[in-house]
Structure formats: C-alpha cells, structure tokens
Antibody, heavy 121, light 107 residues
C-alpha cells in the first residue's frame, strides 16, 4: 500500500523558516515525480512545487519561487520542502502527493494527510 | 497565468445526476483529472486522463471532454458524494494547475 506521511508543520513568525518532510513507502520512490500542494483555510487547492524522480528537475509556483526549495533524498524515500521568508498568506495545510507515471502535470495519487503551517506573530 | 474555471457550487437531489464542468483553453491538448475532497480529509483522485476511473471508485463517477470543457458526471448521486470537487490539468510549462473547486450539495 502506498503511503505518504507529512511532518514538520507548526507555528512560525512572519519572515521565519520551516522545513516540511514527506516520508513515502509502498512504491519505488525514485521512479515518480512528487509534488507539494497547499490549501489555505476555507480555500481551494494550490499547487506549490514539484520535483522529478531523479531530483534533477524542480518546478515552482510563482507565489513561492525564490522562497521555497523542494528536494528529495531517494536513499531515504523522503521529500522535503524548505520554506523561507514565510508570509501570512503561506498559512495552509500542505499536502505531498505522488505523481503518476506520466510525470510532471499528470494525476496526483495518493495524497498524504497534510501538515498545517501557520504563519503568525 | 493559466486558469481552469469551475462553478462554485452545484446542487442536486439524491438519485439524480450531477454534472460539474471545468473550462480551460488548453484542455483540448491536455488531460484533465478530478479529485474529491470531503471535510477534514485529503483529496482523492476519482477520474484521470479525462475519463478513466481508478480502481475502487464507484461506477457512478464518469468523466468526459469536449473542446475546452471537461465534465465530471455523478449518476445517481448519493448523500456520501457531498464534497468539494477539483479539476486539475497542466499549464503550458507542463506543471500542475487546479480549478477553483465546486461544492456539491446533495439536497
């Protein structure tokens, strides 16, 4: 069974940093692109960042470009999101999700349970 | 930036057919995907590649595509289908984009 488990969320002050992790199991991690998608309270889904299976290609939404860094450790089957210069508008539940075999832009399945990031003073 | 447009809400009585649309200029050339999200839960894929249904998703869920619009159809809607539904596709750079979401209410 494919499982994704996020961790690392919490309360952080504006301008601060946080690193999210997503531990994956049940599939060959290196084969699949992975993504981060967020959902602000009461709002819709927003794609944040993606990374190829090898880690050689990374992709970012304009809203986080230059502040967030996605990475993966294929030896540990773990996906990361380093978030710097956090703003109030980054407050959201952050989900990691596995892309399908078509890679970037394809379907996302499954999703983790999410981790809440709150940016507030 | 590329946008996918969905109606904010759709309401149907139980047993009837719900249709949720998603419009985008690139949809004739890009696959669309649909996700169901119930309160407090993570999204779940219900349709992929416009009209394919993952294993475990009930047959009452179907998808179709026509020009710049894709449609999620739920036949014989049940109370348990009440949820938010999101379409997703790829933009010109190939990365992911989501529609704004549609709240399905079963009257």
């Amino acid at each position: 069974e494919v499982q994704l488990l996020e961790s690392g969320g919490g309360l952080v002050q504006p301008g601060g940093s946080l690193r999210l992790s997503c531990a994956a199991s049940g599939f060959t991690f290196t084969t699949y692109a992975m993504t981060w998608v967020r959902q602000a309270p009461g709002k819709g889904l927003e794609w944040v960042s993606g990374i190829s299976g090898s880690g050689g290609s990374t992709y970012y939404a304009d809203s986080v470009k230059g502040r967030f860094t996605i990475s993966r450790d294929n030896s540990k089957n773990t996906l990361y999101l380093q978030m710097n210069s956090l703003r109030a508008e980054d407050t959201a539940i952050y989900y990691c999700a596995k892309a399908d075999e078509s890679g970037v832009g394809g379907s996302l399945d499954p999703w983790g349970q999410g981790t809440l990031v709150t940016v507030s003073s | 930036s590329y946008e996918l447009t969905q109606p904010p809400s759709v309401s149907v009585p139980p047993g009837q057919t719900a249709r949720i649309t998603c419009s985008g200029d690139a949809l004739p050339n890009k696959y669309a995907y649909w996700y169901q999200q119930k309160p407090g839960q993570a999204p779940v894929l219900v349709i992929y590649k416009d009209s394919e249904r993952p294993s475990g998703i009930p047959e009452r869920f179907s998808g179709s595509s026509s020009g710049t619009t894709v449609t999620l159809t739920i036949s014989g809607v049940q109370a348990e289908d009440e949820a938010d539904y999101y379409c997703q596709s790829a933009d010109s750079s190939g990365t992911w984009v989501f529609g704004g979401g549609t709240k399905l209410t079963v009257l």
